[in-house]
């Protein structure tokens, strides 16, 4: 019965329906937008510099100090890799050193890592540069017989670098079916040489925004100067191997990578580290927490444990901070998406009072009554719900591939907060079941009117309606 009902008055039941669509389609579009940009910076910041889990000295992390190193002993990695989720260890010296180039210089951090273990944590041979626009490039695409608004996008993206053919053709705009076609020309246009850090070679790799600031080149020398390992000097010339571009503007405008035997070199620091990082099998949160645990409890003093949050305490401090307001704005997205469902609960329930006093009058109860207009309600509120997430869902997943990437000046204003202009969807997670959840909530807390009126029915007046 109460399913037929529904479809006595569809324009009254679409509408009902559409209220509850709506708050399920925004609710979940916008917590997979804001989740997305907390798992994307997170995830910047921990896979390109800290990694999940670091064996240090107990004071290098407050310090950072040179002076607080660790020996990378056998005995030291054979005590790590035990624990079934940890898959590799990855040496490192991190320090910091003044860079510089001809008559410009600029304070830089000095990163000595292992070239071929790094791949398995921030995998910095992936972020090479393999094209780069610049005007050069731009001229010789348009003079190639570009399409105009190929040749219009390239020249708004004049100075960027990409790792990957498939970001520059997201960037670019150009749909499967012209990829053939017109992918070449813009590699062949846009190719950038590259190159590698090899352990022994004097050799350097630095961030885009730091080779652009310093006028560096591949092939180019660089001068680090600094303060080694108790108070030695350190002081080298390197040739630049290769250009980087980072996730995270702060670490691109900053780092320099160098083979960690030259590194240590460089320090006066043989066989010692500043810090071992994990490679984990399991990142999830769980698996990292009870990692470091075990691993802690077997460490003696100086040597600490120190998971990501540990590590990125003002990061998240500042990502908490955010999603309280986040919430706010959910909370008050739902405080109107209640107030449009009552609305329309409250309309559905004088249209049919009436209804209700016939029903009434002619001798049905009124809690079986009741109960056909909750079963009604039900009904809505699932179809609603179930709608709205269909619905939200190519949405979430087309944002979760093709990420909103910003340009210009609100682009320039992510990069001043250390931020990649990007900001992506999160995939399908538990966040889709709580939103359902909540609109289902508020949809039964809607119910309590109709069942009240229902209850109150006066038989009389409600002919008389």
Request: glycine share 8%.
């Amino acid at each position: 019965m109460a399913w037929r009902n529904l479809w006595r008055n569809r324009r009254r039941t679409l509408i009902t329906v559409a209220s509850v669509f709506f708050a399920v389609f925004f609710a979940l579009v916008m917590r997979s937008l804001q989740l997305g940009a907390y798992d994307h910076m997170f995830r910047n910041i921990i896979e390109s510099y800290t990694g999940y889990l670091q064996i240090q000295h107990e004071d290098f992390w407050d310090t950072r100090s040179i002076d607080n190193l660790i020996e990378n002993s056998p005995e030291l990695e054979k005590l790590i890799l035990k624990n079934e989720n940890a898959d590799l260890l990855i040496p490192r010296i991190e320090s910091f050193a003044l860079a510089s180039s001809g008559e410009v210089s600029k304070g830089v951090l000095v990163m000595g890592v292992d070239p071929e273990r790094e791949k398995y944590l921030s995998n910095i041979g992936s972020r090479l540069i393999k094209y780069y626009i610049t005007e050069e490039s731009i001229e010789l695409i348009r003079n190639s017989g570009a399409p105009e608004d190929v040749a219009k996008r390239i020249s708004e993206l004049k100075g960027n670098a990409y790792p990957s053919n498939s970001s520059l053709e997201l960037d670019l705009g150009i749909r499967a079916g012209d990829s053939a076609s017109l992918m070449p020309l813009i590699r062949s246009n846009t190719n950038f040489r590259n190159g590698y850090i090899k352990s022994g070679e004097s050799s350097v790799l630095t961030g885009k925004a730091l080779a652009e600031y310093l006028k560096l080149s591949v092939g180019d020398t660089i001068v680090l100067i600094g303060q080694g390992y108790r108070g030695a000097s350190a002081a080298g010339k390197y040739r630049v191997a290769g250009i980087v571009k980072l996730p995270s503007p702060d670490l691109d405008n900053k780092i320099v990578y160098l083979p960690l035997d030259v590194c240590q070199e460089l320090y006066d620091a043989p066989g010692m580290v500043t810090s071992l990082a994990v490679s984990v099998k399991d990142n999830g949160d769980r698996a990292v927490d009870a990692m470091t645990g075990l691993i802690g409890k077997e460490l003696s003093p100086p040597l600490k444990a120190m998971d990501w949050r540990q590590m990125n305490e003002l990061l998240i401090n500042q990502m908490e901070g955010d999603n309280k307001s986040g919430m706010v704005m959910i909370a008050i997205l739902y405080l109107v998406i209640a107030f449009g469902i009552f609305g329309t609960v409250l309309m559905m329930t004088a249209e049919r009072r009436r209804e209700f006093g016939v029903l009434v009058a002619v001798g049905m109860q009124k809690t079986k009554l009741a109960r056909v207009v909750v079963f009604e309600m039900l009904y809505i509120g699932f179809m609603g719900i179930l709608s709205g997430t269909l619905a939200a869902m190519p949405v979430i997943i087309y944002g979760y591939l093709h990420p909103i990437r910003f340009t210009g000046e609100m682009g320039k204003m992510y990069e001043d907060y250390g931020l990649e202009p990007v900001m992506p969807f999160l995939p399908a997670d538990w966040y889709i079941v709580w939103q359902m959840v909540v609109v289902a909530v508020i949809v039964l807390i809607a119910l309590i009117y109709p069942v009240r009126k229902i209850m109150r029915t006066d038989v009389v007046k409600s002919l008389k309606a």
